[in-house]
């Protein structure tokens, strides 16, 4: 989970989640989309897929990347825990 937040802490990983979110695409597309150069975007897709966040499949001769699920919903597990921690502190602040 740490690693989860870690490697979205950085803005231009987390564009490419968000680009990803939308649909599957190749690294050419995301170069376009972000305006980075390939040896950047490679990095960053290098480190999203170490860590777990993306896949990418070999398609004819490029590859194609996606979001994996998993590590989102357990951030989103982890952040619903907060949630509810903050929820219940403040519920009895106001009491």
């Given at each position: 989970?740490?690693?989860?937040?870690?490697?979205?802490?950085?803005?231009?990983?987390?564009?490419i989640v968000e680009l990803l979110r939308d649909r599957?695409?190749?690294?050419?597309?995301?170069?376009?989309e972000l305006q980075?150069?390939?040896p950047g975007t490679s990095r960053h897709l290098?480190?999203?897929r170490e860590g777990g966040l993306?896949?990418?499949q070999s398609q004819a001769q490029q590859r194609i990347y996606s979001l994996r699920p998993e590590p989102f919903?357990?951030?989103?597990?982890?952040?619903?825990?907060?949630r509810q921690l903050w929820?219940?502190?403040l519920d009895a602040?106001?009491?």
């Open positions: 989970m740490q690693d989860t937040l870690g490697i979205l802490a950085d803005p231009q990983r987390r564009r599957p695409r190749t690294p050419n597309e995301l170069v376009t980075l150069s390939q290098r480190i999203l993306v896949t990418s919903e357990e951030l989103a597990s982890w952040l619903q825990d907060i929820a219940s502190q602040l106001g009491n």
